[in-house]
């Protein structure tokens, strides 16, 4: 089984302050796929990342870096500088074959 | 690249109607499409994981009847919600993987869901 949390249901940020997201999982297998997915207002799902089980590199990508730590079962997202263009649905999910195991989800508002 | 096309973005229809709702992969083939259902601010439960070919493979607790899948071609999944009601109504969302190697966890690529409304 494998499971995906993330303990935070609401985030309210001022623009330009930073926000870190959190996600926790629980897998038994060695091999799988961690991503993290937006959802803006409008519904659609924005792919931002995916990472596997062997490469904690962490990664930045504009004002996203992501910081995945094995040994916590981690994968945390940091917005920088946040916009209110950042303001969203944000989730990780989980893959260890082909299918997604999504998180709750943490609602990301970024006020002007 | 990798497009995924949902339509209709948006239904309202009587209880008792069946509702179609189209998945195409736009400008890649996808052997495997999955669907989703999400309520009012949760997450998306995975639905059916869709096979061109072959019957779908539906999550525990998800109504075959009642969620008809077919997937005739490479491009195309389609789910009908049938004899519909209200309980019915929320946003499905549909993805399609690219059609590489099995189980090569490629991202899967999302639709822009339909919000279905049953009166």
Sequence with gaps: AQKVTQAQTEISVVE????????????????????????????????????????????????????????????????????????????????????????????????? | GAVVSQHPSWVICKSGTSVKIECRSLDFQATTMFWYRQFPKQSLMLMATSNEGSKATYEQGVEKDKFLINHASLTLSTLTVTSAHPEDSS????????????????????GDGTRLSIL
Aim: hydrophobic letters at 30%; a neutral charge; charged letters at 20%.
């Design chain 2, 91 to 110: 946003f499905y969302i549909c993805s399609a993987r690219e059609n590489r190697r099995m189980y090569s966890n490629q991202p899967q690529h999302f």
């Design chain 1, 16 to 112: 330009k302050e930073d926000v870190t997201l959190d996600c926790v999982y629980e897998t038994r297998d060695t091999t799988y796929y961690l991503f993290w997915y937006k959802q803006p207002p409008s519904g659609e799902l924005v792919f931002l990342i995916r990472r596997n089980s062997f490469d904690e590199q962490n990664e930045i990508s504009g004002r996203y870096s992501w910081n995945f730590q094995k040994s916590t079962s981690s994968f945390n997202f940091t917005i920088t500088a946040s916009q209110v263009v950042d303001s969203a649905v944000y989730f990780c999910a989980l893959s260890n074959d082909y299918k997604l195991s999504f998180g709750a989800g943490t609602t990301v508002t970024v006020r002007a």
